[in-house]
Every structure is written in structure tokens, then in C-alpha cells.
């Protein structure tokens, strides 16, 4: 029997729960992340660039309680883990060799879920780079993929 997958979320998964939306709807059925065991991990920085995204867009009371919910159900990692530390330096380098750069707070979240070894999951296809090189993801569309045209035999 195989453990169950362990998942890193991106910041941009917590924002979909945050606004209650369709991809939020999609995500939770499909990983029901409040109710999985082993809990779900977030770096620390995803605490930061969510509570600044609250701050910038002036986010209500329901908003903002949905926030402290997230952020204290999730387990947090620390950044200051010198193997963390030293697969930010990999990747950054690595994706710099190449010509391809993310952006500081997308290195943290993969350096995470490199360490931990657990699954990212992220709506943000800037991580596609590091697939499987240094990480495992699943991506989750924004968008539904659009319908197949119905057949030429069902009735109209």
C-alpha cells in the first residue's frame, strides 16, 4: 500500500478557498484538502504574500477570517532549514543557467516542496520548468476546458 500524497500549497490555491470560488469548488473536490491526512504543508512565505494580498486589496471581515483559518490549519515550514536553503540555491541557479527566473516567493514554495518531497499544488504554470527535475506538482487550470461539440446524433 502506497502513503498518501503530501501536498505544498502555492499561495495562489489559498486565494481560490479565500474568494470561495469555481477553482476553490474544483480543488476541494478533487483533493478535499481541509480533510486529507497528512495535512497540507505552506511555506512561510505563502503566510506573508497572503496576508500582504488581504492588506493591499482591503479584504472584509469574512475574508479576512478565512485567512487565519488557512494559515493556522496548514502546517507552516520555516525558511531558515539549511537544506532549504540550499535547494533555493539549486533551483535559482539551475533556472538561471537556463534563462528562465521566478520570482523569489515561487522559489521558497518549490524549494518547500522539494525538501519535503511533497506534491505542489499550484494553479501557476511558472512552475512547469522545475517538472520533474527538481519537484512533482499538479497543476490546476483556472479555466474548465471547453465542452466537446455534441455529437452529430444527439437530438437537438
Given at each position: 500500500?502506497?502513503?498518501?500524497?503530501?501536498?505544498?500549497?502555492?499561495?495562489?490555491?489559498?486565494?481560490?478557498?479565500?474568494?470561495?470560488?469555481?477553482?476553490?469548488?474544483?480543488?476541494?473536490?478533487?483533493?478535499?484538502?481541509?480533510?486529507?491526512?497528512?495535512?497540507?504543508?505552506?511555506?512561510?512565505?505563502?503566510?506573508?504574500?497572503?496576508?500582504?494580498?488581504?492588506?493591499?486589496?482591503?479584504?472584509?471581515?469574512?475574508?479576512?477570517?478565512?485567512?487565519?483559518?488557512?494559515?493556522?490549519?496548514?502546517?507552516?515550514?520555516?525558511?531558515?532549514?539549511?537544506?532549504?536553503?540550499?535547494?533555493?540555491?539549486?533551483?535559482?541557479?539551475?533556472?538561471?543557467?537556463?534563462?528562465?527566473?521566478?520570482?523569489?516567493?515561487?522559489?521558497?514554495?518549490?524549494?518547500?516542496?522539494?525538501?519535503?518531497?511533497?506534491?505542489?499544488?499550484?494553479?501557476?504554470?511558472?512552475?512547469?520548468?522545475?517538472?520533474?527535475?527538481?519537484?512533482?506538482?499538479?497543476?490546476?487550470?483556472?479555466r474548465r476546458?471547453?465542452?466537446?461539440?455534441?455529437s452529430p446524433?444527439?437530438?437537438?
Amino acid at each position: 500500500m502506497t502513503a498518501p500524497a503530501r501536498y505544498v500549497l502555492d499561495t495562489n490555491v489559498l486565494v481560490h478557498s479565500v474568494r470561495r470560488d469555481a477553482v476553490w469548488d474544483r480543488i476541494r473536490a478533487a483533493y478535499d484538502l481541509l480533510a486529507i491526512d497528512p495535512t497540507p504543508l505552506i511555506s512561510i512565505v505563502t503566510v506573508g504574500e497572503l496576508r500582504s494580498l488581504a492588506a493591499q486589496h482591503h479584504w472584509g471581515k469574512a475574508k479576512l477570517d478565512q485567512v487565519a483559518f488557512l494559515l493556522g490549519y496548514f502546517v507552516r515550514i520555516p525558511v531558515q532549514a539549511d537544506d532549504l536553503i540550499d535547494a533555493y540555491v539549486a533551483i535559482d541557479s539551475a533556472m538561471a543557467n537556463r534563462g528562465h527566473f521566478l520570482g523569489k516567493n515561487d522559489l521558497w514554495i518549490a524549494a518547500t516542496a522539494a525538501v519535503t518531497g511533497a506534491t505542489l499544488l499550484t494553479t501557476d504554470a511558472d512552475f512547469d520548468p522545475l517538472v520533474p527535475d527538481f519537484l512533482r506538482r499538479d497543476f490546476i487550470p483556472t479555466r474548465r476546458p471547453p465542452s466537446p461539440p455534441p455529437s452529430p446524433e444527439s437530438p437537438p
